[in-house]
């Protein structure tokens, strides 16, 4: 199994970003995917999830009314659309796949397939 996240990189506060993790090795279709980030010094925390059929969405509170999750089924791929960057969210975003159930659907223990982050900065 591989998750690839891609589209990382530096922009201002203010700004957007649209993230991409690529999943090979596993059946997509039957997997939450959620994203996660590490800011430096800090835990990892949640970011956002979707269900394996794209219905239900959920999302930390830091970043709801800014950031969108989506998947593509047939692409075996998930996306996270962020906009109105804050310096704040400056972290590496990683990806990650389970068959997890609603009360872990945030918790990083709910996930059995990691990506290798891809590095999110937003300077002030």
């Known amino acids: 199994v591989q998750l690839q996240a891609s589209g990382g990189g530096l922009v201002q506060a203010g700004g957007s970003l649209s993230l991409s993790c690529a999943t090979s090795?596993?059946?997509?279709?039957?997997?939450?995917m959620a994203w996660f980030r590490q800011a430096p010094g800090k835990e990892r925390e949640f970011v956002a999830a979707?269900?394996?059929?794209?219905?239900?969405?959920y999302y930390a509170d830091s970043v709801k009314g800014r950031f969108t999750i989506s998947r593509v089924n047939a692409k075996n791929t998930m996306y996270l659309k962020m906009n109105s960057l804050k310096p704040e969210d400056t972290a590496n975003y990683y990806c990650?796949?389970?068959?997890?159930?609603?009360?872990?659907?945030?918790?990083?223990?709910?996930?059995?397939?990691w990506g290798q982050g891809t590095e999110v900065t937003v300077s002030s």
């Open positions: 979707i269900r394996p059929n794209g219905g239900t969405t």
């Open positions: 090795g596993l059946t997509f279709s039957g997997y939450s």
């Open positions: 990650a796949a389970g068959r997890t159930i609603t009360s872990m659907i945030s918790n990083a223990l709910g996930y059995n397939y």
